[in-house]
C-alpha cells in the first residue's frame, strides 16, 4: 500500500515536471515592443519605503502592492527586485492579471511571481505559443486555486492521451556527455511504468552525493517543486535540456552558466529509504529522450 502511494505520488510530480520543462521551453526575447512608461523592475536602496518608490516611480501605492503580491512593506531588504507596472498592464482587485512580458520571462516564472498555477496561465492564453514569448505582449494571468484539480485531470488522462513523441535525430552535440553522478546505480531505466506513464531515468546511491552537469550549459531552472524537491534543468546547445530533481541543496541559480562536470545540487534520501536517489531526465525540443543514447 505504501508504495503504490508513493508510486502514485511521483507519477504526479512528474507530470507537474513536463507541465514545467513545457513551459520553460523559451524564454521572451528581444525584437517586440519594448515595456513603455517605465515599466520594469527596481532594485530596492538603503532607506527605501515601498510608499518613496511608488512616489519616485509615479505609481499609486495600491497600484505598486498589486503588482508585488509576495512583498512585505514592512520588510523590504536591500538589494530586493520589485515589478513597476506599465499603463498597460492591469491588476484587478478579484484577478485576473494583465502582465506585459518582460525580457527573459517565461510562462512559468510570471505564473510563480504572482502565485498562480502556471496550467491555468497557460490555458487563459490558448493563442500564445509559451516557447516564443515576446517582450511587450500581453498575457492574461488568472489568480487562485486550479492546481490541484489540474493535477487530477491530467492524472486521470488516458494513457495513450499522455504518449509523448520520439525525439527523433539528436544533434551531434548529444554525445558521449559524463553521467550526472560519480558512483551510482540505476534504480529504475528510461521507459514506461504499469500505468504507461513514461518515467524518467533514476539514479541512487548509498551515501551523499552531488549531482554534476551532464554538459556546458545554462540554468534556466533552480528552485523547489512540489514532490520533487529541488530541482535544476539546464537548456544546453542545439535545444537539449537536462533535469535532476529529488535534490536536498542547490549550488546554483538561475541564468549561472555552468561547464560539464559542474556540481548542481546535493541529491537527497527519500524517506524511508537508505539510499540517496536522484531523478535524472533527458529533452530535445521538449520532447524525452532515453539518456542511454547520450550519456558515455
Not at 509576495?70 to 536591500?78: E, P
Not at 494513457?159 to 540505476?186: C, F, H
Request: net charge positive.
Amino acid at each position: 500500500m505504501v508504495e503504490r502511494k508513493v508510486a502514485g505520488k511521483r507519477r504526479g510530480a512528474l507530470l507537474l515536471l513536463l507541465g514545467l520543462i513545457l513551459l520553460l521551453g523559451g524564454c521572451a526575447s528581444g525584437g517586440g515592443a519594448s515595456i513603455s512608461n517605465g515599466g520594469g523592475w527596481v532594485t530596492v536602496q538603503r532607506g527605501d519605503t515601498l510608499g518613496k518608490i511608488a512616489d519616485q516611480a509615479g505609481i499609486p501605492l495600491l497600484r505598486l502592492q498589486r503588482f508585488n503580491p509576495g512583498v512585505d512593506s514592512r520588510r523590504l531588504a536591500i538589494g530586493q527586485r520589485l515589478m513597476l507596472p506599465s499603463r498597460q498592464e492591469r491588476a484587478p482587485g478579484g484577478g485576473p492579471y494583465r502582465y506585459q512580458v518582460r525580457r527573459g520571462d517565461s510562462l512559468y516564472s510570471i505564473a510563480r511571481y504572482f502565485g498562480a498555477d502556471p496550467q491555468r496561465v497557460q490555458a487563459a492564453n490558448t493563442g500564445i505559443d509559451p516557447s516564443r514569448l515576446a517582450v511587450g505582449q500581453l498575457i492574461q494571468v488568472p489568480i487562485g486555486g486550479g492546481s490541484s484539480s489540474g493535477g487530477s485531470r491530467a492524472a486521470s488522462a488516458p494513457a495513450a492521451s499522455r504518449s509523448l513523441p520520439d525525439p527523433g535525430p539528436l544533434p551531434a552535440s548529444a554525445r558521449q556527455w559524463q553521467w550526472p553522478l560519480a558512483n551510482y546505480a540505476v534504480e529504475r531505466r528510461f521507459g514506461r511504468d504499469a500505468h504507461g506513464t513514461l518515467q524518467p531515468m533514476m539514479l541512487s546511491t548509498p551515501s551523499p552525493a552531488v549531482a554534476k552537469a551532464t554538459a556546458p550549459g545554462k540554468v534556466r531552472f533552480a528552485s523547489g517543486m512540489r514532490q520533487l524537491g529541488q530541482v535544476v534543468i539546464l537548456h544546453h546547445a542545439d535545444n537539449m535540456q537536462s533535469v535532476y530533481a529529488f535534490c536536498d541543496k542547490l549550488r546554483v541559480s538561475e541564468g549561472d552558466s555552468v561547464s560539464s562536470g559542474a556540481p548542481l545540487c546535493d541529491i537527497g534520501q527519500e524517506s524511508g529509504s537508505s539510499r540517496y536517489h536522484l531523478l535524472f531526465d533527458l529533452r530535445h525540443g521538449g520532447k524525452p529522450v532515453d539518456p542511454a543514447r547520450v550519456l558515455r
